[in-house]
């Protein structure tokens, strides 16, 4: 064997060993930059010795050639379904059908009779594949089809990554047919569907049809691109003597290589079965993956020969499913409702139906393009989907099922509630030194708080527990509050006399003194927490957060030109601008003077924080000015050649010296000589290079170096249940040692803590090899670095 031959066979087996200890014991034993760098050589030298190549090498996943059709393949073995239960008596009637099968005593008055052992696990929503190895190779994959007949997707399967194409180990039969379920988890699903929105293609409706739609692609390279993993449940045709019980088989293919769950268990008796139905029910939406059911099959091969089949499914086994998800219903009409931004939100009222064990009268469309992509009309059929306590979501519309009198959505022409007008809101797109505006896919009421149901939600905002966080003070009580007229804006609270809360329904002496109490408490607020509770479009908790850390005070936050805010970390242009514009109302100023005149003191430093002194270049400001011609390359050969805006404007003009500028083409020279020639391009930079001098950012500022804070510039996520310590709290003290703790896993996450219950958060930290702690390393690192910060 040459030495090529033999670096190859040993990468092969070296690869297929990662695998194997990555997607089956869950134990990688090598980060995934060493996965790729072998990978990686592997290729190379397969490329370089195509003759060495063979079908069972980690690189021939990627798929060949798009086939024509799919061939047709016999199954030896008929793949066949499952009978379901639905509920509890369902499943001891199937217990009791085993027992008699079985010949064994069944239960009376003063006992129950023989238990019967079976095995259980979670019934994955995906599609039923059959896979066929010969001498350990993998040769075929097939659909289950009709359960005879199925379609040949050997090309497909052999891309999943999760579906050994050499059977690990020794031991194994001439010919074995391994049967399972192509899934895909929920976090490769919604990753799936954001790259189809920036391709502008078409969304899948769940993982379940995008698995299926995956797997049935005629270009083995789609399926490629697609996040699927497969789960093995059983065997098929199997050229040796099976294990003696189900368990049994299924840790033996684990050996070999296949995945099988990690939730399976076996359960004696009917009462265990059911117990683990409950427990798995309750963990349901926490899995990384989407299940409709549990599987419960006798555990004993023996015995399930005895019991034998029906024409189309085992009497040994059975699928206890949960509650649907999905169901049909009629979209009767579409409401509108207006929230504390004005915001104009299409409601569907439906023909109640049972959704996930619940009635579902009413699903959320989000907007009117929404509304549009589902081509809805009122008196369609819907398919609704509820996972959990989701809302209650319209999926699709059932066209064939249109009446002929449907009637087509419109937004209204005037609020529902003020009778003010309803305008579409409009983008601003920045680019090359210009703005163009383009339509939004909100529609806002332009009546603002003089509209009621706008001013409810802003006071209900205002005054909720992560806002300024005023206790006794419940929507009720602001409906009141507004409905008597006493309360206009936010600043009204804070006018409020004992005698006007006294009269208001529901109050006495007692109450009455506590509510005034608690709104007179709640003058000192952190700054944070008074930004929050304003309520600016787009500006969540930790955007104020943000804002209130690196500007230090509302003077400084609420002067910022959009341009300035952009400097600060994951702040864009469309909020930027939201922020400005919010503070550059002439109301929203009157309502935020009118709280700071009634005592309303945010708690705020006089100082930026450190890290955003002198952050700010001069070819960053280059750029953000968005001058046409001008790239990052130029911007920054300007600003080693000037040093100052002041200088470049007077080089933009002199067309003799800026003529002998490298870097810059003809083009990008007349584009910045007519972007400064024109007083309101100039003026704007000048007001963006002053305001950066005055606030401290600015890179002739005075640089300070930041203090004391481990985990400053370090994205933290929780995900599942925290016992010792809450999610908030937690959170509080993550953030006290400078962390932002966001909402979701990306590639810019630092750690992730996961505790009991974790699910696609924890999958999606394993596929992008990020650190993850669970509840006791993240105590003992909270105290090392609070013990750190006090020295």
């Not at 691109?225 to 098929?236: H, K, Q, T």
């Not at 329904?505 to 927490?529: H, V």
């Not at 966001?742 to 958060?761: D, E």
Request: with cysteine; hydrophobic share 40%.
């Amino acid at each position: 064997m040459t030495d090529a031959a033999q670096r190859i066979s040993a990468l092969r087996h070296e690869l297929d060993a990662h695998n194997y200890r990555y997607y089956v014991l869950d134990e990688p034993s090598i980060p995934d930059a060493e996965y790729d760098r072998l990978f990686c050589e592997l290729q190379q030298l397969e490329q370089a010795h195509p003759e060495l190549i063979s079908a069972d090498s980690p690189t021939q996943r990627v798929g060949g050639s798009a086939l024509q059709a799919f061939a047709e393949v016999q199954h030896s073995v008929p793949m066949l379904s499952l009978n379901n239960a639905f509920s509890e008596d369902d499943l001891r009637a199937f217990d009791r059908s085993v027992q008699a099968g079985l010949g064994l005593p069944p239960g009376d008055l003063f006992g129950g009779g023989a238990e019967v052992d079976y095995s259980c696990e979670p019934k994955l929503d995906g599609l039923a594949v059959s896979l066929l190895y010969v001498d350990g190779l993998l040769v075929r994959g097939a659909t289950r089809g009709d359960g005879s007949t199925g379609e040949d997707i050997s090309a497909n399967v052999r891309t999943i990554r999760t579906i050994p194409l050499r059977l690990q180990g020794s031991g194994w039969p001439a010919r074995l047919e391994v049967r399972g379920e192509v899934f895909m988890p929920r976090a490769g699903f919604e990753a799936l569907n954001a790259r189809q929105v920036d391709a502008g293609a078409k969304t899948f409706a769940n993982p379940r049809n995008a698995a299926a739609g995956s797997l049935r692609q005629l270009d083995p390279k789609i399926t490629a691109s697609r996040p699927l993993e497969f789960c093995a449940y059983g065997v098929g045709e199997y050229a040796a003597d099976l294990p003696s019980s189900h368990i049994a088989m299924l840790e033996q293919l684990k050996a070999w290589g296949l995945p099988i769950s990690r939730e399976l268990r076996l359960a004696r008796g009917v009462d265990a079965c059911l117990a683990y139905y409950a427990e798995i029910g309750a963990r349901r939406q926490s899995l990384a993956y989407d299940i409709d059911g549990v599987v419960f099959k006798v555990n004993s091969l023996e015995d399930q020969q005895q019991l034998g089949f029906r024409a189309r499914s085992p009497h040994w086994a059975i699928a206890h499913k949960f509650p649907a998800q999905e169901e049909l219903t009629e979209l009767l009409d579409v409401e509108f409702q207006v929230g504390r931004t004005g915001a104009v939100t299409p409601v569907a009222r439906l023909r109640p139906v049972q959704v996930a064990g619940v009635t579902v009268s009413n699903a959320t469309l989000h907007n009117m393009d929404e509304v549009a992509r589902l081509g809805l009309m009122i008196g369609d059929t819907l398919i609704i989907r509820r996972a959990g306590d989701v809302i209650p979501q319209v999926m699709a519309v059932v066209p064939e099922r249109r009446p002929a009198d449907a009637r087509p959505v419109q937004i209204p022409a005037q609020c529902p509630v003020c009778g003010s007008a309803v305008e579409r809101t409009q983008l601003v797109k920045r680019s090359k030194g210009r703005a163009s505006l383009s339509e939004g896919a909100v529609y806002r009421c332009v009546g603002r708080l003089s509209c009621e149901a706008q001013l409810k939600q802003a006071i209900i905002h205002f005054v909720s527990r992560r806002a300024m966080d005023i206790d006794g003070l419940g929507e009720k009580i602001v409906e009141q509050l507004v409905d008597n007229g006493l309360v206009h804006s936010p600043a009204d609270l804070y006018r409020l006399t004992h005698e006007q809360v006294l009269a208001l329904e529901g109050f006495a002496e007692l109450s009455t003194r506590n509510l005034l109490a608690a709104i007179a408490g709640s003058r000192q607020p952190s700054l944070a927490r008074f930004i929050f509770a304003l309520g600016i479009p787009d500006v969540g908790e930790e955007t104020a957060k943000l804002l209130a850390r690196a500007l230090g005070n509302l003077p400084r936050i609420s002067q910022a030109l959009p341009e300035v805010l952009t400097w600060l970390p994951d702040v864009g242009q469309e909020v930027a601008h939201e922020i400005h514009s919010f503070f550059a109302d002439a109301h929203n100023r009157q309502v935020i003077n009118e709280l700071l005149e009634h005592g309303v003191q945010p708690q705020q430093s006089s100082e930026l924080a450190a890290e955003f002194t002198a952050c700010a270049s001069l070819a960053e400001l280059l750029e953000k000015l968005a001058i046409p011609g001008i790239a990052s390359t130029g911007a920054r050969l300007l600003a080693e050649q000037t040093g100052s805006l002041e200088a470049l404007i007077a080089l933009s003009q002199d067309w003799l010296t800026l003529a002998q500028c490298k870097g810059l083409n003809e083009k990008a020279r007349q584009a910045l000589r007519e972007f400064f020639a024109d007083p309101q391009q100039r003026r704007r930079a000048e007001d963006i290079d002053a305001q950066l001098q005055a606030f401290g950012m600015h890179w002739l500022s005075e640089r300070r170096q930041a203090g004391g804070l481990p985990l400053l510039g370090q994205t933290w996520v929780l995900t599942g249940t925290l016992e010792s310590l809450s999610r908030d709290q937690a959170k509080q003290q993550l953030e006290a040692l400078g962390a932002k703790v966001a909402g979701s896993v990306s590639s810019k996450t630092h750690c992730v803590v996961a505790g009991p219950g974790a699910g696609s958060k924890l999958a999606k930290a394993a596929e992008l090899g990020i650190r993850v702690l669970d509840e006791e390393a993240l105590l003992s690192t909270l105290q090392e670095l609070a013990e750190q910060c006090d020295e």
